[in-house]
C-alpha cells in the first residue's frame, strides 16, 4: 500500500477512535455522582484509548523527521 494512502487510512481510524472515546467520555459524565460507572463503559473506554495509543505510535512512524540521517 502507498505511504500517504496507510498515512491516511491511520489518520481516520485515529479520528475515529477519538469520537467513540469523546462518546464514552460523555456517557461517564452523564452518570449520576452517587451512583458506580458503568463498568462496561469503563472497559469500553481503555480498549479505545490502549487502541489510540497504538494507532498514534504507528502513525508517527509514518511521520517525516528532521534529524535522523547521516549527523547521527
Do not use: C, Y
Not at 10 to 37: G, H, M, N, W, Y
Request: charge should be negative; proline fraction near 6%.
Amino acid at each position: 500500500m502507498n505511504d500517504k494512502v496507510e498515512l491516511e487510512a491511520l489518520i481516520k481510524l485515529r479520528d475515529r477512535f477519538l469520537r467513540e472515546r469523546l462518546q464514552s467520555i460523555r456517557q461517564l459524565v452523564a452518570v449520576s455522582p452517587t451512583s458506580p460507572l458503568p463498568e462496561q463503559t469503563l472497559e469500553s473506554l481503555a480498549m479505545i484509548q490502549t487502541a489510540a495509543v497504538g494507532i498514534d505510535a504507528e502513525i508517527a512512524t509514518h511521520m517525516p523527521r528532521l534529524g535522523h540521517g547521516a549527523e547521527q
